[in-house]
């Protein structure tokens, strides 16, 4: 397959992409930041703050040990968040528990955190992708905040230029745009958003407007995206086929794969990818970042126990029957049938359950069979109903992992035991039992 680009604003009068040195890392405003903490970082002063603030010094603490193998971990983390609507929160509370989950993330060390756009879909409350992320960025200071993504073909090119220009106004150098040509949502919804299926056809084309909109206003330029124009977000395409892979590499842009539910085609579009990059203004090397849900818990038996939420959120799609975050069961096998079983597992072999250790090792598997530069973590809102204590095991997070509740005891953290943390079942875990 070949492409053949020309943006609009390519005539005489339109704006020209900033002619820029190549960099390692499709990060114009910092050097390439990964989770081994090189030697100019501050001696871990963020995860110190949190601490103190739970009344504890970390490094005498279980939260120093996790995070000593958090630091050895070979790759960058990235979170995914998809603003889970549960039958304990509401919409509003999604969407702070969301923030929440950033300031945290923030300080334990992730690169960054993404909202995807999806529509018509009770259980996810980031259909306005871009307010979302202006609502994150506001509640954080350094953390990239960003689109996992924006669905292009559901837009105006000119319009998102706008929205995300003016996003990397208020917050800069801290707003990623990765985009996708899938509508996010069914046909009918499609039909709602006055746009049709034929729209995914000009996606090419799109990505280019876009990008020459963020660039540099020419000096003739008639048409300009205001406050967008010489903002310069960086752009990312986003997949689960070859398509996007050929597509990233021929415009050469950073690549996320939709692994996390699209997991068959990965390596090859990993191969494709690398092997037809072409340097850009924006990058000058593949980078790839691969998606990849992660459930740790205190023991496998209850990470696979949580994992019962994701595989009920997918049985309940292939029935038709999209609704609210579940929380998780003791039987699944009772939930779904053979063939529900089959596909469901089929759509999450990408994923990755168990103890920090099981965690731990199933990364370093990922990252040795794809070469991945990051991994984009799916956060889930995953719930246990153990009356007890259904609270978030935080060194289990901060080995490598996600923001889950897990059964624990506050007692085992006692570095969090006084800080207030809401996560997607709207715990405060100064009323959790010692």
């Known amino acids: 397959m070949r492409f053949h680009l020309t943006a609009p604003w390519a005539l005489a009068g339109g704006p020209r992409l900033a002619k820029k040195k190549h960099k390692r890392d499709h990060d114009r405003h910092g050097e390439h930041q990964d989770l081994e903490l090189a030697d100019d970082c501050d001696d871990d002063a963020e995860l110190r703050e949190v601490a103190r603030k739970g009344g504890e010094r970390a490094e005498n603490s279980q939260t120093a040990v996790a995070m000593d193998s958090f630091r050895e971990l070979p790759i960058t983390l990235s979170i995914l968040d ?136 020419g000096p003739n330029q008639r048409i300009r995206a205001v406050p967008a124009a010489g903002t310069e977000v960086p752009l990312w395409i986003l997949g689960s086929s070859n398509f996007g892979a050929m597509l990233a590499a021929e415009l050469g842009l950073p690549y996320a794969f939709a692994s996390h539910f699209a997991p068959e085609l990965l390596i090859p579009a990993l191969q494709i990818y690398r092997s037809r990059f072409k340097p850009s203004e924006q990058l000058d090397r593949p980078y790839a970042m691969v998606g990849v849900n992660i459930i740790a818990a205190g023991s496998d038996d209850e990470a696979r126990r949580l994992a019962t939420t994701q595989q009920m959120s997918f049985t309940n799609i292939f029935r038709g029957a999209r609704g609210l975050s579940q929380p998780p069961i003791d039987d699944i096998e009772s939930y779904w049938s053979p063939a529900e079983k089959a596909q469901a597992m089929s759509m999450l072999a990408r994923s990755i359950v168990g103890s920090p250790d099981t965690v731990r090792s199933g990364i370093d598997a990922l990252v040795a069979e794809t070469g991945a530069d990051e991994l984009d973590d799916r956060v889930r809102c995953l719930r246990s109903h153990n009356s007890a204590a259904p609270e978030l095991i935080a060194s289990a997070a901060r080995i490598a992992l996600l923001l889950y509740p897990f059964a624990a005891t506050r007692s085992s953290f006692p570095e969090f035991s006084r800080l207030t943390f809401r996560s997607q079942n709207n715990l405060d875990i100064n009323r959790l039992p010692a």
């Open 82 to 217: 998809l603003v889970r609507v549960t039958e304990d929160t509401d919409a509003r509370g999604a969407l702070d528990n969301a923030r929440d989950i950033a300031v945290h993330a923030e300080a334990w060390g992730y690169r960054r955190i993404w909202v995807a756009e999806h529509h018509n879909m009770p259980g996810i409350a980031s259909a306005a992708t871009s307010v979302v992320i202006g609502h994150i960025a506001a509640g954080t200071k350094t953390i990239r905040v960003g689109a996992g993504g924006i669905m292009l073909s559901n837009h105006a090119p000119y319009v998102i230029a706008e929205q995300f220009g003016t996003l990397a106004r208020l917050f800069p150098g801290r707003i990623d745009l990765g985009l996708g040509r899938a509508p996010g949502t069914d046909q009918l919804t499609l039909r709602a958003l006055r746009r049709t299926p034929e729209a995914a056809e000009n996606f090419p084309q799109d990505v280019l407007e876009v990008q020459a909109f963020l660039a540099p206003a």
